[in-house]
């Protein structure tokens, strides 16, 4: 499966708010909600689940919409956070990295 490079490089194309919204699958949307509660102790309905990626046209989830690394690299005119100097200083994005160093690599393997 391709990649689908978020802002901040996390890969869309697995993340299963995206593939239940492609395949308007809702025992997948109620299975990432219970999913999401355990990791994330977020409670979030699955009728939010739905999500077609950060970087994609169509609807987003409402934390993506949100978020604050999609937004400082929409506000440079980045495609993604790859373009950016400040790409392995800046304390905004490193919440995601120090969880998901994959996201740093994918970034990377844009350059
Ligand atoms: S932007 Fe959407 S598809 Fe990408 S990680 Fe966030 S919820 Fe998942
Ligand atoms: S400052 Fe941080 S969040 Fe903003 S574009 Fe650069 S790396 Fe991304």
């Not at 978020?6 to 919204?21: E, K, P, V």
């Not at 699955?46 to 999609?70: D, L, M, V, W, Y």
């Not at 998901?100 to 393997?109: D, R, T, Y």
């Amino acid at each position: 499966m391709g990649k689908v490079i978020a802002c901040c490089g996390l890969d869309c194309a697995s993340c299963d708010a995206r593939i239940a919204t492609l395949a308007d699958d809702n025992e997948l949307r109620f299975q990432t909600a219970e999913k999401w509660k355990v990791q994330y102790h977020a409670g979030i309905s699955p009728e939010r689940i739905n999500c077609t990626g950060c970087r994609e046209a169509g609807i987003k989830f409402s934390h993506c919409a949100e978020c604050e690394i999609r937004n400082c690299a929409n506000s440079k005119n980045f495609l993604t956070c790859a373009e950016c100097e400040k790409l392995e200083n800046c304390p905004t994005i490193k919440s995601i990295h120090q969880y998901v160093p994959e996201a740093l690599e994918n970034l990377k393997s844009l350059n």
